[in-house]
């Protein structure tokens, strides 16, 4: 359940942290493309010939562009009845996932560094100096609709730490940089804080999409490089800093709470 109207505990700086999934967090071991071609089979009665490409982009995004490239008619006239199929297939998601997915090294330990409680102070974790000491919250942005978000997570034991009520998800809107605002929103309204505005607000991802979305909104952008995408490659997307994974724990928080 997804609480509103909490009350803000001062004028201290908060920070909120969306962390992309696909690629960032986990490996969800090519179930995407499977569910896909269930799905499509489900609605249409034949067989899924071609995917969109998924990096990056949110599911309602890649859903219209799926049904377009297969010529079904009016195609935006089915992006949610295909959502809604999505959606019924999480619990054989949640098996595929645990028989085929993993967590991504150092993805747990990043998560439960910043789990509840934490606070960004001056000199956090030794090194992370420039935010004034505030409440950290975490969440995720994702181009996933959010029920197959929550069951990927759980599948690989990456849930418990995040709050999944402030984050943003691919069946909130078609363009990703959309939905840094819809999780500024909803953090905003559950925190009670006016907005988490600028470089309170970081987004962490494994793709140049990821990184143009925090970018679009003024945000502050973590690239990670264990997707399909170079480190070079994500910085000349503009990220402001670039991790080669998350399995050095003190790095990472340098990276999301020096402001």
């Known amino acids: 359940m997804c609480l509103v109207g909490g009350t803000s505990a001062g004028p201290s700086r908060e920070i909120l942290v969306l962390w992309d999934v696909d690629g960032t967090l986990l490996n969800a071991g090519g179930v995407g493309v499977d569910l896909y071609s269930v799905v499509f089979l489900r609605l249409f009665g034949r067989a899924l010939e071609v995917v969109a490409p998924m990096a990056g982009r949110t599911d309602r995004a890649i859903i219209l562009?799926?049904?377009?490239?297969?010529?079904?008619?009016?195609?935006?006239?089915?992006?949610?009845?295909?959502?809604?199929?999505?959606?019924a297939q999480a619990p054989s998601?949640?098996?595929?996932?645990?028989?085929?997915?993993?967590?991504?090294?150092g993805a747990a330990a990043a998560l439960a560094a910043l789990g509840p409680g934490r606070r960004a102070a001056a000199g956090d974790g030794g090194r992370a100096g420039a935010a004034a000491d505030g409440q950290v919250?975490?969440?995720?942005?994702?181009?996933?609709?959010?029920?197959l978000a929550e069951v990927k997570?759980?599948?690989?034991?990456?849930?418990?730490?995040l709050?999944?009520?402030?984050?943003?998800?691919?069946?909130?809107?078609?363009?990703?940089?959309?939905?840094?605002q819809v999780a500024r929103r909803r953090a905003a309204a559950v925190h009670g804080r006016s907005w988490f505005g600028g470089q309170g607000t970081?987004?962490?991802?494994?793709t140049p999409l990821d990184?143009?979305?925090?970018?679009a909104a003024?945000?502050?952008?973590?690239?990670?490089?264990?997707?399909?995408?170079?480190?070079?490659?994500?910085?000349?997307?503009?990220?402001?800093?670039?991790?080669?994974?998350?399995?050095?724990?003190?790095?990472?928080?340098?990276?999301l709470l020096s402001l």
Do not use: K, M, W
Not at 137 to 147: A, D, E, F, P, Y
């Open 65 to 87: 562009e799926t049904l377009t490239l297969a010529g079904v008619p009016e195609p935006r006239r089915h992006v949610d009845p295909f959502i809604a199929g999505l959606a």
């Open 163 to 180: 709050d999944l009520c402030i984050g943003a998800y691919g069946d909130d809107h078609e363009e990703r940089a959309e939905l840094v």
């Open 93 to 105: 998601v949640r098996t595929a996932i645990a028989a085929r997915g993993r967590a991504l090294p």
């Open 218 to 255: 003024g945000a502050r952008a973590v690239g990670v490089a264990t997707g399909g995408f170079s480190a070079a490659a994500l910085r000349s997307a503009g990220a402001d800093i670039v991790l080669p994974d998350l399995t050095d724990t003190p790095l990472v928080l340098e990276a």
């Open 202 to 206: 970081v987004v962490v991802g494994d």
């Open 153 to 161: 997570l759980a599948a690989v034991g990456l849930r418990d730490p």
């Open 211 to 215: 990184i143009a979305a925090a970018l």
């Open 137 to 147: 919250h975490q969440s995720v942005l994702t181009g996933n609709i959010r029920t």
